[in-house]
Structure formats: C-alpha cells, structure tokens
C-alpha cells in the first residue's frame, strides 16, 4: 500500500497509531513524526508512504543479518519526492532499552546512507545521553553493510550502555530493511 502527502498537509497521525510509537504514558516525546517528516524534508514536494509487508523469505533473511528475530512483519517506509528526483527516506521505529521502549526516526540519502537519527520517546529513567548530537552523529553515513557494533563500531556512553545498543540495533535494522525492501524492489 502506498500513500502520497503534500508537504503542508503531512496528516500523518495514522502512521503514527498503527505503529504504537509514543504510546506510553510516561514517555518524553521530543519530536512528532509529522514535525520531524516537514523537518527533514523541507525542500521536498510531496512526501509518501510505502508500507513493506514482510514475505516469510525475507524476514528470514532480515533477521539472520541481525542475528535476531523481528518484532513485526511490517514497516512504513516514508520517501520524499522532488519531481522524478528521490530526496531521500525515513523510518520511524522502537527498540527496547533497558526495560522500556524507545522511539527512534532513521533517515536515509537516496543510495540509502543514514544522514540523521533522532530519538522521538524515550521512556526509561536515565541514559537518555544518547540524544547528544555527538552520540548520533556516529550513525552519518552508515549503510547496510556497515558496522554497528557497539564498543567496535559504534562508541557507547558511560551510563546510556543499553539505550546505545538499543539505538544502534534499531539503526542497523533501519538500513537492512531500506536495502533489502525499498531499494532493491526500485
């Protein structure tokens, strides 16, 4: 299923409610995905949305590239358009931190390099360091086939060590399925 918005008419509240995102009561929201889609994609014409439903395949062979299994089967991918030109792509997802869920938004280049991270809910009590801009820039640039290893690849915070593996388990599964789903069906 595919959807079109136009820019000043991002309506995205239902994206937002079929994912589940942001919907603990305690949670510290920090951005709307509507916020962060306008955000990010300014100079965009129109922003769509592409729901990837997960064959048995490929979800098999998602979760053997994370070594783990997924949670769901499927995901909205949105992509943003400027005529013919692709501007680039956005995932909204949650990973579990220490016992709480975070929110995170992954976006992507049009060859699908991460070019921003944002954490959009964060839930636990502490560790929230990994909001700092010197922690997420570490995602710049990072592909499919990059390294996400935290302590290898990826730098952790004293105190934030669970919710730096949770964000870079969610980054990493952000850039698989963009590759492997919207990228390669293109």
Same mark, same amino acid.
């Given at each position: 299923?595919?959807?079109?918005?136009?820019?000043?008419?991002?309506?995205?509240?239902?994206?937002v409610?079929s994912s589940?995102?942001?919907?603990?009561?305690h949670?510290?929201?920090y951005?709307?995905?509507?916020?962060l889609l306008?955000?990010?994609?300014?100079q965009?014409?129109?922003?769509d949305?592409?729901?990837v439903?997960?064959?048995v395949?490929?979800?098999?062979?998602?979760?053997?590239?994370?070594?783990?299994?997924?949670?769901?089967? %499927?995901?909205?991918? @949105?992509?943003?358009?400027? #005529? $013919?030109? *692709?501007?680039?792509?956005?995932?909204?997802?949650?990973? !579990? +931190?220490?016992?709480?869920?975070?929110?995170?938004a992954t976006?992507?280049?049009?060859?699908?390099?991460?070019?921003?991270v %944002?954490?959009v809910? @964060?839930?636990?009590?502490? #560790? $929230?360091? *990994?909001?700092?801009?010197?922690?997420?820039?570490?995602? !710049? +640039?990072?592909?499919?086939?990059?390294?996400f290893?935290?302590?290898?690849?990826?730098?952790?915070?004293?105190?934030?060590?669970?919710?730096?593996?949770?964000?870079?388990?969610?980054?990493?599964?952000?850039?698989?399925?963009?590759?492997?789903?919207?990228?390669?069906?293109?």
């Amino acid at each position: 299923m595919k959807g079109v918005f136009n820019r000043p008419a991002l309506l995205l509240a239902f994206a937002v409610a079929s994912s589940g995102l942001a919907a603990s009561g305690h949670a510290q929201v920090y951005y709307s995905v509507r916020g962060l889609l306008a955000d990010q994609f300014r100079q965009s014409e129109i922003v769509d949305f592409k729901r990837v439903q997960l064959s048995v395949r490929l979800r098999e062979q998602v979760e053997r590239q994370l070594g783990e299994k997924l949670e769901k089967g %499927e995901y909205i991918f @949105y992509v943003a358009h400027s #005529g $013919d030109r *692709i501007d680039g792509y956005a995932i909204f997802d949650r990973e !579990i +931190g220490q016992h709480e869920y975070i929110d995170f938004a992954t976006f992507f280049d049009c060859d699908g390099r991460v070019t921003r991270v %944002e954490v959009v809910a @964060y839930r636990e009590p502490y #560790g $929230d360091g *990994i909001r700092s801009k010197r922690f997420r820039k570490q995602f !710049i +640039g990072k592909e499919a086939a990059s390294g996400f290893k935290p302590g290898h690849d990826i730098d952790v915070i004293s105190g934030a060590t669970l919710s730096a593996r949770a964000m870079a388990k969610a980054v990493k599964r952000a850039t698989l399925l963009l590759h492997d789903t919207v990228l390669t069906s293109s």
